[in-house]
């Protein structure tokens, strides 16, 4: 765990930031700020899975809302069927969505590229089609969830869903950071830079791959399984909106997708402008703005704010 | 027995065009290798533009999609223009120009909601609402009139293609730039031109596809599956092939919302891209 000072730096940081976060819930009370910093961190976590399969790896997921949906969705079945506690859902989303990602990772074997990310897209329409057909989930009238009047240690629901959202997203983050530094980190990049020759040197791409899209499934999962809890009321339209693809491909990119810290930094700094964004002016405004940051990024500074940051750091040494 | 006649008729009526909202696709995607997958929000744009000038001015739809062509390719040749620059000539293109696209994608839908809303928008011309009686299957205008203008864009740009020099130009560019050079070409040129001429063709579908059915922002993600499915089961830039799966995929969508229901067809389309995707990548008619 602890290989070298950056890594009891981060474990230090890790803990400081999860212990703040739950000093916060014991002194403010107004809702409104867990609400929108529950938004951002759900993003993170997506931004964090995204990356693993596109910034890692090198292969474009646009089905990042299937995955958050059917995580959803999950929780929701199981929780009428059943009624699990919230940690067993969480499990069983994380479960059902690394399935659904090994499923993905088997479609690498013979799409690359394009073909790949134009598969994940079809596959998002093709889930949102089955689930408006589904009827013992809300079909496409969607379906009300119950949330508890009162929970343990914290004064209201939303501040136990904001705690569960900060550490998963503290988890996903670690996870990410352990990966880009070890050897399956650096078999990863090898595909991403050229898959013939990783293979030809003995990479197991496949094994690796596979490992790769689990992991960013069963993250995107965990991502969308307190979702319905959250905000109590789930329809297709909602879990399967563009816009979660879109914030989980906008984010890695802006931020930069080669480092672990790339999509947190996007997450964050989008994530928060988009709150402040939708208070001040308006949601649909907030939504247009990430879609020319993210071409403005691409066309502009493919390497996103880390490839900035490094590049002018670069300079400075000189 | 009725409902099946009906439902062929209507899946071929249909499924030319799809052909028209395809046959730009078939020539950035197919022969230009670049995937826009933006290509449905621009025919929403002109399906926007037909409803504008269609409730302001009273002008006919189709008319507007043909005079609003130009203007589609001087963007189209823009949109080629920055994609260049950015992406083709740093080699990068496939997934940062993926990437590229799906912001301007983005991008387009949100305008559109910002400026207009998310209501369903119709078009209305004296034609629409009338139906041919050939007895045992009934004909109405608004799929008819769409079949005659999408049959003939789809065949004029497939004569342009086959015939002209700068057509044939345009398929060598992606097999042989090389070559292309030496014959005095500029393969630069000729791709901003094909790219322009594709984006040109989503002018007219847009003006088609408001006359089939009320259009709203959000209605190009349903195409993006059903245009790539059929460029891709066409065997890629084959234009002839590319109709055949069009009107496949029409006729399988008709059968599927006739007697399925219409809340199962978008998985049509976008079953048949993973599948053959997944098990026939070259398509229907392509080599394997």
Redesign the interface.
């Known amino acids: 765990m602890f290989r070298n000072r950056g890594d009891v730096v981060f474990w230090i940081v890790l803990g400081a930031v999860l212990l703040a976060g739950f000093g916060v819930t014991q002194t403010i009370a107004n809702e409104y700020y867990y609400t929108a910093i529950y938004a951002i961190l759900q993003a993170t976590i997506m931004a964090v899975a995204w990356n693993i399969l596109g910034g890692f790896t090198?292969y474009?997921n646009?089905g990042s809302a299937a995955f958050f949906a059917i995580g959803a969705y999950t929780a929701v079945a199981l929780d009428k069927w059943l009624g699990l506690p919230m940690p067993f859902l969480i499990a069983a989303s994380a479960a059902v969505c690394g399935l659904m990602g090994l499923g993905v990772g088997y479609?690498t074997l013979?799409?690359k590229?394009?073909?790949f990310?134009?598969?994940t897209?079809?596959?998002a329409?093709?889930l949102?089609?089955?689930i408006?057909?589904w009827d013992y989930v809300g079909a496409?009238k969607g379906v009300y969830i119950l949330t508890p009047e009162k929970v343990p240690f914290f004064s209201s629901y939303i501040q136990l869903l904001f705690m569960v959202m900060l550490a998963l997203t503290l988890g996903s983050i670690a996870i990410s950071r352990y990966l880009n530094a070890s050897r399956i980190g650096r078999g990863l990049a090898a595909i991403r830079d050229d898959e013939v020759a990783a293979e030809c040197a003995g990479v197991p791409t496949l094994r690796l791959k596979l490992i790769s899209t689990t992991l960013m499934g069963a993250m995107m999962g965990v991502a969308g399984a307190p979702y319905p809890f959250f905000v109590t009321f789930v329809d297709p339209i909602s879990a399967f909106n563009?816009f979660v693809a879109?914030n989980s491909?906008?984010m890695p990119?802006i931020g930069g997708t080669a480092h672990w810290i790339g999509p947190v930094i996007g997450a964050l700094l989008v994530g928060g402008a988009q709150e402040v964004i939708t208070v001040t002016v308006s949601s649909?405004?907030n939504?247009?703005i990430?879609?020319?940051m993210?071409?403005l990024f691409?066309?502009?500074a493919?390497q996103g704010i880390v490839g900035l940051v490094q590049k002018w750091m670069k300079r400075r040494k000189r | 027995m009725d409902l099946f006649v009906n439902a062929i008729v209507a899946g071929i009526l249909l499924g030319a065009f799809y052909a028209a909202v395809s046959v730009g696709l078939a020539i950035t995607f197919g022969q230009l290798d670049i995937?826009n997958?933006a290509h449905p929000a621009f025919v929403i744009v002109g399906s926007y533009i037909a409803w504008i000038l269609n409730s302001r001015l009273g002008w006919d739809p189709v008319l507007v999609g043909i005079l609003a062509a130009p203007a589609f390719f001087l963007v189209g040749a823009l949109i080629y223009r920055?994609y260049y620059a950015?992406?083709e000539r740093t080699g990068?293109e496939?997934?940062?120009g993926?990437?590229?696209f799906?912001?301007?994608m983005?991008?387009i839908?949100?305008?559109l909601?910002?400026v207009y809303g998310v209501d369903y928008r119709l078009v209305s011309a004296s034609y629409l609402g009338k139906n041919i009686d050939l007895g045992f299957v009934g004909l109405p205008l608004r799929l008819v009139v769409p079949f005659v203008v999408a049959s003939a864009m789809t065949a004029a740009v497939w004569l342009f293609l086959s015939r002209t020099f700068t057509g044939r130009a345009i398929l060598a560019v992606a097999q042989d730039r090389l070559a292309l050079q030496l014959m005095g070409a500029d393969p630069v040129r000729i791709k901003q031109f094909a790219f322009g001429l594709a984006i040109a063709t989503t002018s007219v579908a847009g003006s088609l596809l408001i006359m089939i059915g009320p259009v709203e922002p959000?209605l190009g993600?349903?195409y993006?599956?059903r245009a790539?499915?059929i460029v891709v089961l066409g065997g890629m830039g084959s234009i002839p092939g590319m109709v055949i799966a069009a009107l496949l995929i029409g006729v399988v969508e008709s059968f599927v919302s006739s007697f399925a229901?219409p809340?199962?067809a978008?998985?049509v389309a976008?079953?048949a891209?993973?599948i053959t995707?997944?098990v026939r990548?070259s398509g229907l008619f392509g080599r394997a």
């Open positions: 090198g474009v646009f479609l013979r799409l590229g394009v073909y990310a134009i598969a897209l079809a596959m329409i093709v949102e089609t089955l408006n057909n496409a563009l879109v491909i906008a990119m649909e405004l939504v247009l990430v879609g020319i993210l071409v691409i066309t502009l493919p | 995937v997958i920055i950015a992406f990068q496939s997934l940062s993926l990437a590229f799906f912001g301007v983005f991008i839908e949100v305008v909601i910002l959000s993600r349903v993006i599956g790539f499915a229901g809340s199962w978008p998985a976008f079953g891209l993973l995707l997944a990548p």
